[in-house]
């Protein structure tokens, strides 16, 4: 079988959405439909389910799954078999934070540089709480994260960092808050809300980290951030840091598991 054909599978397996693997593929949605007729004809099973709720994957589907990881996992060794380590070339995607990527990113990929410097480095940024979904669906090869506490099977992770959870106004410190539309940060706040007895009432909820201590310098209300986002902001001259008890968040260097065998990603989780 084609190695194209089982990485669009994979993409696929993990999104669960003809579109929008076709979209982040760049193939056509006929072309990625006659794709996965083609390796179904040739595992003689069907792998994907459409029905009215969607895309599923069958039994043979989940299989199949395993058998494309491990094939393309194969064929990475063995295309990087004949090479020095010294030698390794490639690309490797990383995701981070603006606030990473400025702090930690540096220290983090220093020693990969060093050893390898042919290695292409494609660092994507994003929201954070995005960051483990857009790792586990394979868009990217590693992720500087923040860590939940149930971490999913498929991935593993190394600490890097521990940051403290800090309230921050521009203003009064009574008022309405300001939090994260999704993520640990946000299910810490509201931890937080309901250990306290407050009954928040919210004023804003931006994506990023970077745009609600933005919104708090603006005087929209008290922002709950990480410590290292907030010393890394232009914007913390502005802003005085309020007493609150809230629990640390670890950040950690994140790999899908499956992935550790391939050549790069073990070179960089060998070298932090």
Sequence with gaps: MEHRELELFLHLARTLNYGRTSLECHVSAATLTRTIQRLEVRAGARLLDRGPRGVALTPEGRRFTTYAEQALALWA?????DQETADLTGELRIFATVTACQALLPDLLAPLRAAHPQIRLDVRTGDAAAALARLDEGEVDAAVAGIPK???QTLVTRAVAETDLVLVTAGE???PYVVPARGLVREAAFRWFRRTGIKPVIAAQPDGHEALLALVALGCG???VPRLVLESSPAAGRLTELPAELEPLTIGLCARRADLRRPLVAALWGLT
């Design 173 to 175: 410190s009574t008022g």
């Design 77 to 81: 060794d063995y295309h990087a078999g």
């Design 150 to 152: 149930r971490l999913p």
């Design 222 to 224: 008290i922002g709950i």
